[in-house]
């Protein structure tokens, strides 16, 4: 399984990004995805979360509160690749975006660096 992100960077608060996830090595359309994030010394924290295949549309995306509104998570199984697009970005949102499955353990990105400031 290998997981790898892209699309991070410097971006002014209330500017947008979108982050990619490339999944190889395993059957993408068939697990559910997630987003995380982790700021230095504090938890990885849960970000947003797809379902697989079988699970299909909105019910199937979730989110957490902090991001509810702003960010939006979609999946290509036909490019294996996962994506977090985030907009209306604050200053807190600064942090590394990790993207995860679990296949009878956890698998993570080298994780991706987004910066929130003017």
């Known amino acids: 399984v290998q997981l790898v992100e892209s699309g991070g960077g410097l971006v002014h608060p209330g500017g947008s990004l979108r982050l990619s996830c490339a999944a190889s090595?395993?059957?993408?359309?068939?697990?559910?995805m997630k987003w995380y994030r982790q700021a230095p010394g504090k938890e990885r924290e849960w970000v947003a979360g797809?379902?697989?295949?079988?699970?299909?549309?909105?019910?199937?995306?979730t989110y957490a509160d902090s991001v509810k509104g702003r960010f939006t998570i979609s999946r290509d199984n036909a490019k294996n690749t996962l994506y977090l697009q985030m907009n209306s970005l604050k200053p807190e949102d600064t942090t590394v975006y990790y993207c995860?499955?679990?296949?009878?353990?956890?698998?993570w990105g080298q994780g991706i660096q987004v910066t929130v400031s003017s």
């Open positions: 995860n499955t679990y296949i009878y353990q956890n698998y």
């Open positions: 090595g395993f059957s993408f359309s068939n697990y559910a």
């Open positions: 797809i379902g697989d295949v079988a699970r299909a549309g909105d019910r199937a995306r």
